[in-house]
């Protein structure tokens, strides 16, 4: 069976940091773009972030360029997304999906739309 399971969600004070991961399992994510999302409450589903299929190429969302950064090792076939100096408003839940598309993502990252594959989500709430 074919899936992506994101972890390392959780209650971090602002400030702080968190490091997701986004694992495969029942294919490789060797030849996928891989993209993070998240969706607040109330609030429509967000692009944060996506890496290329050699891990060459990053994008980020602006609200997150400097603070985030997306990694992957295809070893592992795990994809890692560390978040640092965390804020309120990056409370979310956090989805990583899978793309088997040739994208250059060097201008922007893929839409949702063009991601295959999802994880079911993980949890990333920033409250003191």
């Known amino acids: 069976q074919l899936q992506l399971v994101e972890s390392g969600g959780g209650l971090v004070q602002p400030g702080g940091s968190l490091r997701l991961s986004c694992a495969a399992s029942?294919?490789?994510?060797?030849?996928?773009?891989i993209g993070w999302f998240r969706q607040a409450p109330g609030k429509e589903r967000e692009g944060v972030s996506c890496?290329?299929?050699?891990?060459?190429?990053?994008n980020y969302a602006d609200s997150v360029k400097g603070r985030f950064t997306i990694s992957r090792d295809n070893a592992k076939n795990t994809v890692y997304l560390q978040m640092n100096s965390l804020k309120a408003e990056d409370t979310a839940v956090y989805y990583c999906?899978?793309?088997?598309?040739?994208?250059?993502?060097?201008?922007?990252?893929?839409?949702?739309?063009?991601?295959?594959?999802w994880g079911q989500g993980t949890q990333v709430t920033v409250s003191s």
């Open positions: 999906a899978a793309a088997q598309i040739v994208w250059d993502i060097r201008s922007r990252c893929p839409r949702g739309t063009d991601f295959g594959s």
């Open positions: 890496i290329s299929r050699s891990g060459r190429y990053t």
């Open positions: 029942g294919f490789t994510l060797d030849y996928d773009t």
